[in-house]
Nanobody, 123 residues
């Protein structure tokens, strides 16, 4: 059974930093493109970062580029999201996701999702 378990969310002031972690189990981690998405109340889920299986390919939308960094440790079956210079508009539930695919930013290709971790940025 595939499990993706996020941790590291919380409350932070604007300008602060958080590091999210996602521990994966039940899958061959190195075969999956990994991503982080977020969903704020009343808004669609948005992919904010993705990282390829082993070639270092990454993706960030303009809204987070230069502030967020995704990384992975295939030995630990873990993907991270370092979030710096946080803004109130970054407030959302952040979800980890796995796609059994070459590098993709298409949400529908992500096969597995975690339960999410809340990130709240106060102004």
């Amino acid at each position: 059974q595939v499990q993706l378990v996020e941790s590291g969310g919380g409350l932070v002031q604007a300008g602060g930093s958080l590091r999210l972690s996602c521990a994966a189990s039940g899958l061959t981690f190195s075969k999956y493109t990994m991503g982080w998405s977020r969903q704020a109340p009343g808004k669609e889920r948005e992919l904010v970062a993705a990282i390829g299986r082993s070639d270092g390919s990454t993706y960030y939308p303009d809204s987070v580029k230069g502030r967020f960094t995704i990384s992975r440790d295939n030995a630990k079956n873990t993907v991270y999201l370092q979030m710096n210079s946080l803004k109130p508009e970054d407030t959302a539930v952040y979800f980890c996701a796995a796609a059994l695919s070459t590098f993709t930013t298409t949400r529908e290709r992500y096969n597995f999702w975690g339960q999410g971790t809340q990130v709240t940025v106060s102004s």
